[in-house]
Every structure is written in C-alpha cells, then in structure tokens.
C-alpha cells in the first residue's frame, strides 16, 4: 500500500516536501528493485512435500528459531537438574541407537514486495500454513487493561544500558520475543507486516494498514519469535491513527509483552533501535536516532479511506516495507513508537532514512479504547482549515487559518472565529492545519486547550474545551481544507449543517484550490 500527504499549497509551504509511504505489508507481489550493484535474491522457502524428499535449506528465521528452541530446552533441562538435551533437536538420534528421522519442518513462506505508488501491495498468491503443533485446548482468559502502559518487565529496562551508552546487543536480546510477524491471507492474495504483544492476554498492537485485509473475510496468522503461528482476530482498529489490536487464539501463558515507554520523554538525537519484519525478514533489527519530534504525517490507504495523520517521531533507522505495525525502542528496550511510514525520493526508491513511528503515548490510549469498546473515540474542534501565516508583534509565523467553525462545537464555543490563523495548542507551535489536527488527534474528549490564535493583526489565547468527535465525520482528503477530519464532513465530503450562504463560500473555496 502507498500513500503521500498532501502536497504544500500556494501560499505556505507544507512542512513535507516529500511523499511519505505508509510501509505496506509486504505482500507476494513483485519485488522490491534492488540498489544497482545489489540485487535481492531471497526467494520463497519452500516446505518439504514428501518423506525422503532433498533436504531443504533452512531460512534464516528457521534456523534461529531452532536454535533459540534449543537452547531453551539446555537451560531448561540445566535447572532441572537433568542431562541437557542435544543442542540440534532435529537431528537428536533416540537413546537406543537408531538414527532419529529428521524433524518434518514448519513451513515458512517468505515474500518481497513492490512499492508503487497509489496501488494497495498484496495481490499475489501466498500460501500459509498454520502450526498444528500449537495449543488447540481453548483457554480464553477475562480481558485485562492492567499491563498496558506498564514500563518495565523481567528484562526491561536493560541494566547496562542508556542513551549515552546503549548496548544493542544486550536491549535486542531483551525484546525480541515480545516482537511478532503478522501474515494475513485473503483469498488468493496476502501480506505481511509487524506487531508488538503489549499483555500476557495475547493482544498485539499493529498499524491497521497491516491488517485492513481481514476486514474482507482473510485470515490473520502471528508468528512469534521462536517460530510458533498462532490464529488471531482483529479487536479492533482505528482508521484515523493508523493502528489496530489483534488478539491471538488460544494464547500460550510463556508470551513476553513489551514495556512501553513515554514519547513524551523523547528527545532528538537519541538512540533508537526498530524490530520488525522487513520484506519477510523476520527478527531484523536497525539502529538509528530521532530526527525529529511532532512531524506532521499524513498517509492514506486509498482515495476512499479517511487519512490516518499523526504527530510522528521521525527517525533515520532504516525502516521498510513489512515493517509497518513493529515497535520503536530506546536504548533501555521500551517502546517508543510504532513504525508506520516512511519518505521517498520516488516510488522504487525504498529507505531513505526518513521514517516515521506513531508515539506509543497516541498508542496506549487508542489500543485501551480499542480493547474495552472495539473503537477508539477521538477528539474533536468543528472547524475546517487551510495552511497559512499570521503576522502579529513584527513577526510572522505558520499557521492553520479556520475557514468554517461549525455551529454548537468546541471552536465556536470558544470563541473562533473564520480567518483566524492558531499558531500553537498549548506550548507546541502549530505549522498547519495538518499539525494541529495530529495535536488533537493525540489529546482526548473532555481536554481543556488553549490555542493561540492571531485575529487582526493582534495575538490573543482562547480556551477550548474539546468534544468527542461525531461518528457522521467523514474525510476527503483535499476537500476539507488540510484538516481531514476536525471540519465537517458529510458522505461525499460536502459539509453538513451550513446556511447556503456558507455553503457558497465553501464551494468557492474549494473552486480556489
């Protein structure tokens, strides 16, 4: 899947210069092009059909995984007090002698992905094989909000390790069983993507791009890091922030959820470490540091869906199609972000070091709303807006100019007014309409703002207490002036609730455009 933000209008330039991509799911499409001199190669494993069969070469994630499953089984068997079991479990020959036949293995499919721009990634055939050596015996346990937003675990934080001196090695080994791959079929097609397991409950957060395509009827499978699938089902997913909460089927009671940080604590220019599923590379792990903080991101599914838009960390760890849902770590192993999008040059052009993770503060409370009711409320201003600039006391500033304010909302509660310009929610400054709907998005009903807005030529603070955004809210990216869902918005992207007058003006606006 491929989405760009909105390109800068006449009059203010946009803070994205760039197209941004969400990073699709890869899917068993068409290749990633390969950087000249480097082409990729990796073609799909194929499972062994038959007993006697060749021997087929193991990925790289199988043969970790068998490994990683071995050593278990020695440690296990240490503490036990036990002869530890042989370090190959596939090869161990029974104790009266007989060779052992070899361990029929779990098939592993892997995939490439093409990017192109404005066409959603998946259509191919992609085959996918559930473990039939997992739990079957249900054990559904009573839903738990407790461990959401939980900062620590037995291994995080990472003792040794801190911003001014992270030891990867040591944060890699620490989280990397509560990072999962997510697959999802529908139909002759599939994708693939990343996700985090946040509670012993089985939930995993992912972006909802990742997994749209359980919406038509697909199947989602999770494949942890040791290698074992399970089924999962879609809790629920929100379309406005890009993310969704999966929960796995008959869970195992060994899952490791991650501890989840505080974005608010982020600062640029610290280290970061990203964990995900890159093109069906499964357990790949890259370092980098935050670029940036509050990076108006806009991205959308197709022409049809409502624009996810987000305050984004901006990092410069490589991140790329498969990676999309996966967490964003510090340098003590808790979670940041979820790694959603990344810029590109041109539509082969892959990372480019500009990625984009949602903060796991936005995270949190849209994963806990997704969890209890199955949607997430968001706030909600009622007005439509416009990039431009305000000058004010001999300076001149950035701004989201308001076009309309809708009758009875917060904003005209408040006070606003067409053609101001709010320069700043609270302490943060506002580049655009873009930015300031990505602050809203990020605060909750109920929340008492100020906005610093420029009227006349004079600067003055008005107090807004926001609403809960109404279901009937639709986006049309384009139409609704660079705030895709804090306006009014009816079917078709026509405002609703406007005198004709206002109705005029609104179309004139958008004739202007």
């Given at each position: 899947m491929t989405t760009s933000p909105e390109q800068p209008r006449p009059g203010g330039a946009h803070p994205q210069?760039?197209?941004?991509?969400?990073?699709?799911?890869?899917?068993?499409?068409?290749?990633?092009?390969?950087?000249?001199?480097?082409?990729?190669?990796?073609?799909?494993?194929?499972?062994?059909?038959?007993?006697?069969?060749?021997?087929?070469?193991?990925?790289?994630?199988?043969?970790?995984?068998?490994?990683?499953?071995a050593q278990r089984e020695r440690r296990a068997a240490e503490q036990s007090g036990q002869q530890a079991a042989p370090s190959d479990p596939w090869t161990a020959s029974p104790s009266d002698g007989t060779p052992a036949q070899p361990r029929r293995r779990r098939p592993w499919v892997w995939?490439?992905?093409?990017?192109?721009?404005?066409?959603?990634?998946?259509?191919?055939?992609?085959?996918?094989?559930?473990?039939?050596?997992?739990?079957?015996?249900?054990?559904?346990?009573?839903?738990?909000?407790?461990?959401?937003?939980?900062?620590?675990?037995?291994?995080?934080?990472?003792?040794?390790s801190s911003a001014e001196d992270p030891?990867?090695?040591?944060?890699?080994?620490?989280?990397?069983?509560?990072?999962?791959?997510?697959?999802?079929?529908?139909?002759?097609?599939?994708?693939?993507?990343?996700?985090?397991?946040?509670?012993e409950d089985g939930h995993v957060v992912t972006n909802n791009h990742v997994v749209s395509g359980a919406a038509q009827g697909g199947a989602v499978a999770v494949t942890l890091t040791d290698g074992r699938i399970f089924e999962a089902e879609v809790v629920g997913t929100d379309v406005a922030t890009d993310l969704a909460v999966l929960r796995l089927v008959d869970a195992p009671d060994d899952l490791q959820p991650a501890a989840l940080g505080d974005s608010d604590d982020v600062v640029v220019g610290e280290p970061v470490m990203a964990v995900g599923n890159p093109l069906g590379l499964a357990n790949t792990v890259t370092t980098g540091i935050v670029s940036a903080l509050d990076r108006p991101v806009s991205t959308q599914e197709d022409a049809r869906s409502e624009a996810a838009v987000t305050n984004a960390?901006?990092?410069?760890?490589a991140v790329n199609p498969g990676n999309s849902g996966g967490p964003l770590f510090d340098a003590q192993g808790r979670v940041i972000g979820i790694t959603s999008s990344i810029a590109t040059l041109s539509q082969q052009s892959g990372s480019i070091g500009l990625g984009f993770a949602i903060p796991v503060n936005l995270t949190k409370n849209v994963a806990s709303q997704l969890i209890e009711d199955g949607q997430a409320e968001h706030a909600f201003l009622g007005v439509t807006m416009s990039d431009g600039t305000a000058t004010a006391d001999g300076v001149t500033r950035r701004g989201a100019v308001v076009q309309t304010v809708q009758e009875g909302s917060?904003?005209?509660?408040?006070?606003?007014?067409?053609?101001?310009?709010?320069?700043?929610?609270?302490?943060?400054?506002?580049?655009?309409?873009?930015s300031l709907t990505a602050f809203v998005r990020s605060l909750s009903s109920g929340d008492d703002v100020t906005l610093t807005v420029v009227r006349g030529g004079e600067t003055r603070e008005v107090d807004v207490t926001l609403s809960t955004r109404p279901d009937t809210l639709t986006s049309d990216p384009g139409q609704q002036d660079g705030q895709p869902d804090q306006g009014q918005g009816g079917q078709g992207g026509l405002p609703e609730d406007l005198t004709p007058e206002q109705l005029w003006e609104w179309f004139q606006q958008q004739q202007g455009r």
């Open positions: 210069d760039h197209p941004t991509q969400p990073l699709p799911p890869t899917g068993a499409t068409q290749p990633l092009p390969a950087q000249a001199g480097a082409p990729h190669t990796a073609a799909p494993h194929t499972a062994p059909s038959d007993a006697g069969a060749p021997a087929q070469r193991l990925s790289p994630a199988q043969e970790w995984a068998r490994w990683d499953a995939a490439t992905a093409g990017v192109v721009a404005g066409v959603l990634v998946g259509g191919g055939a992609m085959g996918l094989a559930l473990d039939q050596d997992g739990p079957v015996a249900g054990n559904e346990r009573s839903t738990s909000l407790a461990d959401i937003g939980r900062t620590s675990t037995e291994q995080v934080p990472v003792a040794g030891d990867w090695q040591a944060v890699a080994s620490a989280v990397r069983a509560s990072v999962v791959a997510i697959e999802v079929t529908s139909g002759s097609s599939g994708s693939q993507g990343s996700g985090v397991i946040i509670d960390i901006q990092i410069d760890a917060p904003a005209a509660e408040g006070g606003l007014q067409p053609e101001d310009v709010i320069v700043a929610i609270g302490d943060d400054p506002v580049g655009g309409a873009e």
